[in-house]
């Protein structure tokens, strides 16, 4: 949907800018801090309107637009350090009966999205199918009682409808009853088909067979929040071979071999109620599976059955399949059949990345677009996983190139593009070549042009291969996005749904996270580092890179023991050289640390600036949280950076007062306790007579790049004290 919010959404407070006068200017890291403790994002402390209870995913729906990050989900997760469970979990229900409201894509054909490919394969799990109802409408008309599967009459007659609990057991009867009419159907064909078709039916194995947990309302191994699930629909192994297999998983499920959930409510009308809990539960199948690109689950209420699709963006719901009626059965069968037969990658599961006999991630392939060529490392440690239901998916590995003996980091994230999947020829080549939201673009771009600059060698991440991950098929090989992940049906159901690439990129060097920082010098040093990258790829490389917070400044220790900044991730980054770039500002980053003006979503141009301000409250999220440096020795020469930041942004002498501020005001306010370093360099700009009542942010735009430099001076003159 390409408009500023989606239907149903109310529009975002924006907050009105504050004035920064003496009495609210102490700028100390414990006031920043502060609003960190309380969960509080700067809207919540600028508003007198709440914050919403989770950053909106969506507040520009523009084509391209990169939309804030949500809070990363995961309970371990720094985001959440300073909530109790209580609070992790009703801020996971807001954002998720909000996400239902907003994403929801109903009546989709989902199904065509797990239809086998091969023609050949798809006529014989026609057949199956078939044969699979006919036998099901069989059991359920006869007088047969005494049967594990019984229970599955009562549910599809509209029996038992007094409680979730006592649908479980007919629920999973179902289910089971399905896969094993599956297995034999199967067995059959294959033993009676004659000789002039028995090598194609003989080659048309079953890829999975999925079966419900033994133990519903449980809840599964890898959960971060003890969430008890309905009905896990589970990968299992092939069955053992005889009459006497037992169709049901045993033993208590885990996440890192969850295919589906179901969610059931006895009553009929309560599917979004359904969605919100398989939203919950989604992020804990992502953060086990890290092989995972989408996921599936089932919602069913009284007798009525919904088959969802979870995209990055959106949800995509089947129509009605009411278990009350032949026809209902016969489409859920006819999924059933389809999931048991289709490719791993129509499941959401990506054949790029093998897993171990564990279920762990073991080997993970880029492709590098420059060379065209597929490269293979093998996975020594998972960094980062996909902690949200919604978002990028961002996950990290540290992997080893075995060729060339040395270590890289992989990225792996669904970022946001511009280019459409169905372009085709010259048109599809040139909207590649210019999509200028493309990491890897990016990142080779800085390689290329900042390749002379000794002085920031290995304080940006620099790119060794990267592209579009490649799904190889049997018949076709597909950049993933998510039109080809999704399939043609799902193309052209809604101009709600977000168009994005999984891109892939190897990199160097191995860093460390912020949290690992040992000393307030060291961290001066590192961010002192960054924001010097940050400046030379703004000038020179022309990208901004919009998203500064804790996850993106690493850092890396030298054999002497000293630190060494690093600045990544460019998914937010955007070409400054854009036309878009200053006609259409967007909100994007990580929402604790937004500026003002971003918060605000303000049609002003962003700049350096803006990254800047985040800097400011990064510092006081792992000064005093994070980390704890509040009582250790140097605390008042980080504090004393954080306010010459502060100063030298929001009232820099050197600017018009007309400049200062977060609001429009008339006279400047000074405190002189924080001028240090850079206040009586350059000359004073004349104070020019304008209107009082102009954004004081919109004022700094055409200076943003002085007083940027201003900035770096002043952090720079900090790093040689440190």
């Known amino acids: 949907m390409t408009s500023s919010k989606r239907e149903g959404e109310d529009p975002p407070s ?99 999205v797990v239809k086998p490919r091969d023609s050949g394969l798809s006529v014989f799990v ?37 409680s979730e609990r006592a649908l479980y057991p007919c629920i999973s009867a179902f289910f089971s009853y399905v896969y094993q009419q599956i297995d034999k159907v199967h067995k059959e064909f294959v033993s009676t088909s004659t000789n002039d078709n028995k090598d194609n039916i003989g080659s048309y194995s079953r890829s999975r067979v999925i079966l419900p947990a033994e133990m519903p309302d449980s809840n599964p191994d890898g959960s971060d929040d003890h969430t008890r699930v309905d009905i896990a629909l589970m990968n299992t192994s092939r069955m053992n071979e005889g009459s006497d297999a037992v169709y049901i998983y045993s033993g208590k499920p885990a996440y890192k071999n969850v295919v589906a959930i179901v969610e059931i409510k006895h009553r009929s009308g309560k599917e979004k109620d359904a969605l919100a809990q398989l939203y919950t539960y989604n992020r804990n199948i992502y953060t086990n599976q890290a092989n995972r690109r989408f996921t599936w689950g089932f919602t069913i209420c009284g007798t009525v059955a919904h088959a969802c699709v979870f995209s990055n963006d959106n949800i995509f719901m089947s129509k009605s399949m009411d278990m009350n009626s032949t026809t209902g059965r016969s489409d859920l069968v006819a999924m059933l059949v389809d999931m048991a037969y289709c490719e791993e990658d129509q499941l959401g599961y990506d054949p790029t990345i093998r897993l171990d006999d564990h279920g762990n991630a073991a080997e993970i392939d880029v492709y590098d677009r420059e060379t065209n060529k597929k490269h293979t490392f ?68 800085i390689k290329n042009r900042l390749a002379g600059r000794d002085d920031l060698k290995g304080t940006f991440a620099s790119i060794v291969h990267g592209g579009a991950v490649q799904i190889v098929g049997q018949n076709s090989t597909l950049e993933d996005n998510t039109d080809t992940a999704f399939g043609e049906p799902l193309q052209h159901t809604s101009n709600q749904c977000e168009f994005r690439v999984h891109r892939r990129i190897a990199m160097k060097p191995e860093c460390v996270p912020l949290q690992n920082i040992e000393s307030v010098d060291q961290l001066i040093v590192v961010v002192a580092d960054v924001m010097a990258a940050h400046t030379a790829i703004a000038t020179e490389c022309r990208i901004l890179h919009r998203d ?153 735009v055409e200076c943003a790049a002085d007083i940027a430099n201003n900035l770096l001076e002043v952090i720079l003159s900090a790093r040689t004290k440190a």
């Open 14 to 112: 924006t907050p009105p800018h504050k004035k920064v006068a003496k009495s609210d200017r102490s700028t100390s890291l414990e006031a920043t801090a502060e609003r960190q403790k309380r969960g509080l994002s700067s809207s919540s402390r600028l508003s007198d309107k709440p914050a919403p209870p989770f950053p909106l995913n969506h507040e520009q729906q523009s084509e391209g637009a990169t939309p804030q990050k949500q809070r990363a989900s995961h309970a371990s997760s720094k985001g959440n350090l300073t909530l109790s469970n209580s609070e992790i979990r009703t801020e996971r229900n807001a954002e998720a009966k909000a996400c239902v409201e907003q994403s929801l894509v109903p009546d989709t054909p989902v199904a065509q």
């Open 126 to 162: 026609s057949n199956v199918a078939a044969r699979v109802c006919e036998r099901l409408e069989a059991f359920i008309t006869s007088a047969e009682q005494n049967n594990e599967y019984t229970a599955l009459k009562e549910w599809v007659s509209g029996q038992r409808m007094v």
């Open 378 to 445: 093998r996975i020594l440690k998972t960094i980062m996983r996909a902690t949200r239901s919604f978002g990028r998916h961002t996950r990290c590995f540290l992997c080893r190139d075995d060729v060339l003996e040395e270590n890289v980091v992989v990225k792996d994230a669904w970022a946001h593009s511009k280019r459409r999947a169905d372009s085709v020829g010259q048109q599809e080549k040139k909207e590649k070549e210019n999509d200028l939201r493309d990491e890897v673009v990016f990142m080779q771009r």
């Open 548 to 700: 500064i917070s804790v996850n993106n400044m690493l850092f890396t220790k030298l054999p002497d023991n000293t630190v060494r900044g690093v600045l990544i991730d460019f998914d937010c980054a955007k070409d400054m050289t854009d036309s878009d770039f200053s006609t259409r500002p967007e909100r994007t980053g990580t929402y604790p640390y937004m500026s003002i003006n971003n918060l605000a979503n303000s049609n002003v141009k962003r700049t350096q600036l803006d990254d800047w301000e985040s800097l400011i409250y990064v510092l006081g999220f792992v000064g005093d949280i994070l980390n704890g440096f509040l009582k250790l020795p140097g605390y008042s020469q980080l504090k004393r950076l954080v306010g010459n930041l502060y100063t030298h942004l929001f009232s820099n002498r050197k600017y018009p007062a007309a400049l200062h501020g977060t609001i429009a005001r008339d006279e400047s306010q000074f405190d002189e306790e924080w001028f240090s370093e850079g206040d009586d360099s350059g000359s004073e700009i004349e104070e020019q007579q304008t209107a009082s009542n102009k954004d004081p942010f919109e004022r700094r």
